[in-house]
């Protein structure tokens, strides 16, 4: 294959070209399948052009990887359900991050072994070396500590996000303290490996920086972890990028900081959503407290809500003007959006004008309910965003809230003392009627009541998603006839 090494630079340009249309194709809906069909070409390409080039590579071994990697990810995508989906990104994120880990150790171990033959030896065999530059020895301490906080922090994200018991999140005075001197001890480790190759250096750089990611993340509160995901995501490229440069592959470096800057800049428009610092977020505590206890419905038998069922609601829907859906966590937990998409072309069928309504931390992961609301296949059209559709709210009928909490909790707007107070929300309390479906009066994963929940406008219907969505549209079916 003498002409993949010979054209190398322009295969790779054309993958790193394809990434680039990729992130383009996936900032809209309506181009989001082009955008991963270029990926999954330009990834190809990546890696068939590196098969190629790489010196001596152990085939078996390469291959035999590629295959276990295929079937695992063929497998998990196929099976998958769309609640664990957040917790499956995390994973992934923390593999990107061994892989950097892993690498660097592999290319450390390489450099030292042929040191240790010698220049002579190894001219006598006809193998050039030159020794690790202090240029390479950086871009390897980067990589590897990058990539070590970034595997740590993933699986534990991904346990607190699948609900893990050995996932807890951890709360007190101690915890800043320890996370400063885990960081300065792992960053003078580094800089006593980097200025005398010191192996010994290296493998405490490398385990401090794991144990960094774990403590670094375990104190963020449960309404944080949408920045979370995102902000892993962008350090999984980072730390691709910088493995990039110590293999001096070109393509790597492209796709690492594409995916390290479209996560950064993912991160800072949700911190926006939510009127807080990416500091904050990460070094500011949980939102309302990590460790906050999620309420039970008998600590809340104080205030007084009002409750109806599925046929009051599905009447009241029916004789509306205009219905707003505001899709959270609840719906994917209940896998109600095909219900729910049901739901509103038997509404728009009665002359009911329906749109929903997303906001940008809804779910556990960016773009959570987008994802479950294109995969029933809802119009594009028909789903706003927060700026777009708040101020329609005064002017809409019903507005029904399947399973989310913190993003459209009024005490962001009204309660000076609340740990959200200033987070921008979707105004859903300023509706004439506002329905609310919930499996119980508990809190939201941030782990704060919820005052629309006593509003005297609302009325909370207990259950299942999918189940009183269901029960909705058999109400208005009979309402119709």
């Keep these: 294959m003498?002409?993949?090494?010979?054209?190398?630079?322009?295969?790779?340009?054309?993958?790193a070209v394809l990434f680039i249309l990729t992130l383009r194709g996936l900032s809209g809906p309506k181009t989001a399948i082009a955008g991963n069909r270029y990926g999954m070409i330009a990834m190809a390409i990546a890696v068939l052009t590196t098969f190629f080039v790489a010196d001596h590579p152990v085939i078996w071994m390469i291959v035999g990887a590629m295959i276990l990697g295929a079937i695992v990810g063929i497998a998990r995508a196929r099976t998958v359900p769309m609640t664990q989906?957040?917790?499956?990104?995390?994973?992934?994120?923390?593999?990107?991050?061994?892989?950097?880990?892993?690498?660097?150790?592999?290319?450390?171990?390489?450099?030292?072994?042929?040191?240790?033959?010698?220049?002579?030896?190894?001219?006598?065999?006809?193998?050039?070396?030159?020794?690790?530059?202090?240029?390479h020895l950086f871009e390897l301490f980067v990589g590897c500590f990058v990539g070590a906080i970034t595997f740590t922090a993933s699986v534990f994200a991904y346990g607190k996000l699948a609900a893990?018991?050995?996932a807890k999140t951890i709360s007190g005075g101690w915890v800043k303290p320890v996370q400063a001197l885990i960081f300065i001890a792992m960053l003078g480790f580094g800089i006593h490996?980097?200025?005398?190759?010191?192996?010994?250096?290296?493998?405490?750089?490398?385990?401090?920086?794991?144990?960094?990611?774990?403590?670094?993340?375990?104190?963020?509160?449960?309404?944080?972890?949408?920045?979370?995901?995102?902000?892993?995501?962008?350090?999984?490229?980072?730390?691709?990028?910088?493995?990039?440069?110590?293999?001096?592959?070109?393509?790597?470096?492209?796709?690492?900081?594409?995916?390290?800057?479209?996560?950064?800049?993912?991160?800072?428009?949700?911190?926006?959503?939510?009127?807080?610092?990416?500091?904050?977020?990460?070094?500011g505590g949980a939102m309302g407290g990590a460790a906050a206890p999620t309420a039970g419905v008998g600590e809340q038998v104080q205030r007084n809500y009002r409750s109806g069922s599925a046929d009051d609601a599905g009447f009241l829907m029916s004789n509306a003007d205009s219905v707003v859906i505001v899709p959270g966590y609840g719906m994917a937990?209940?896998?109600?959006q095909n219900a729910v998409k049901e739901l509103a072309n038997l509404l728009k069928e009665q002359g009911v004008t329906v749109r929903f309504a997303i906001h940008p931390v809804a779910g556990r992961m960016p773009g959570h309910m987008n994802v479950l609301l294109a995969e029933a296949d809802v119009p594009y059209e028909d789903i706003l965003e927060m700026?777009?559709?708040?101020?329609?709210?005064?002017?809409?009928?019903?507005?029904?809230?399947?399973?989310?909490?913190?993003?459209?909790?009024?005490?962001?707007?009204?309660d000076p003392n609340s740990p959200i107070y200033g987070m921008p929300i979707l105004e859903a309390h300023k509706a004439r009627t506002i329905m609310v479906i919930k499996r119980s009066m508990a809190t939201g994963y941030a782990g704060l009541d919820n005052d629309l929940f006593y509003n005297d406008k609302t009325m909370m219907v207990f259950g299942d998603a999918k189940k009183v969505v269901e029960d909705m549209t058999k109400a208005i079916n009979g309402t119709g006839h």
């Design 193 to 283: 490996f980097f200025l005398s190759g010191s192996m010994t250096s290296f493998w405490a750089m490398t385990a401090l920086a794991l144990a960094f990611g774990w403590v670094w993340i375990a104190p963020v509160g449960g309404g944080d972890m949408p920045v979370v995901v995102s902000l892993l995501n962008s350090f999984s490229g980072w730390a691709a990028a910088g493995i990039g440069f110590t293999l001096e592959n070109n393509m790597l470096i492209v796709a690492g900081s594409l995916v390290g800057s479209s996560g950064a800049i993912l991160s800072y428009i949700m911190c926006k959503a939510m009127n807080r610092s990416i500091i904050n977020v990460l070094f």
């Design 387 to 414: 700026d777009e559709i708040n101020s329609d709210f005064p002017a809409t009928d019903v507005v029904l809230v399947i399973g989310a909490n913190d993003v459209v909790n009024p005490a962001a707007k009204d």
């Design 85 to 135: 989906m957040p917790e499956t990104v995390a994973l992934m994120h923390s593999l990107v991050g061994l892989a950097a880990v892993l690498i660097a150790i592999a290319a450390i171990i390489h450099n030292n072994k042929l040191v240790e033959l010698g220049p002579e030896l190894l001219a006598a065999n006809g193998v050039s070396f030159h020794e690790m530059s202090k240029v």
């Design 333 to 336: 937990q209940g896998r109600a």
């Design 164 to 166: 893990k018991k050995w």
């Design 2 to 15: 003498e002409f993949i090494r010979d054209y190398a630079d322009w295969f790779y340009l054309i993958g």
